[in-house]
């Protein structure tokens, strides 16, 4: 079996969560440079090794079906929120209408909200994300309620592994999407996800296999380093293994996407252009949208590395 073009009513799957980084607004330029034989639905496996907040891989289940299907992330609670939504939706979804009917009674939403976060700090952080438990549900709730109510819908940790974001100012916000939830749950169904070393998307890789890589981005100005989405930093040592990675997957015969900043927006830093000069590099336009200050979210170029 191969994968298809989708040619018939389908239920669109959105993203569950805002992410900051997330690469909606980049959807069109990376369609325009998918390869052909992706297009051509001769791909079988797609891979993503930093699924974030997903809105490559959903956009692509809207338009094709994989037979198989890698979802990694380092982050435990992406790990742990994507399979409770594969797996127990209805439950998520109960667990969400509470939380939301909670949240707009409750007389002081501010004291409501940073109770809740203090309940989603004492859940354990040394798990096993892989293996199902009890408190999974409710811990997946809370992900997704902090992060519709928090400062800019972002997803930060301290030192500590904290989840460490103030309350943000939204008039009646949509916590629970129950079409949204149960159309992702459908994208996911034949996904395998897992908290992973983005390596691992060696093991899973053949001339018939698409991944795509959106690793946090390499910072272009001092000052606009955000990458806090675990306590691991992603430095320079980590973007050259990346690439390594990249090039080893090339040589397997996989087709392969890479998006991350471009140094040169800003002051004349060819790290990228050096690193994959043996690849393709696309320059697209963007918006910065995680910029609290107007002037932070003017357009800017990102790259787009294909190795086709």
Known sequence: MTSHAIDFDYQIARPVLKWAGGK????????QILPEKLKKGAIRRYVEPFVGGGAVFFDLSNQYDFDEVFLFDINPE????????KNNVRSLITELDKIQNQYYSSKDQTKYYYKRRDEYNDFPKAINTNLFLSDFVRRSALTVFLNRTCFNGLFRVNSENKFNVPMGRYKNPKILDVENLLNVSNALHKAVIQQVDFGTALEYTDKDTFI???PPYRPIRKTSNFNSYAVVDFDDKEQIRLKNIFAKAHKKGALQMLSNSDPTNYIADPFFDDLY?????HRVMAKRLINSKADGRDEI???LITNY
């Open 78 to 85: 992406l790990v742990i929120l994507y399979n409770v939504v």
């Open 212 to 214: 795509y890589y959106d």
């Open 24 to 31: 909606g607004q980049l959807l069109p330029q990376i369609n």
């Open 277 to 281: 000069a043996d690849f393709n590099i």
């Open 301 to 303: 170029r990102e790259l």
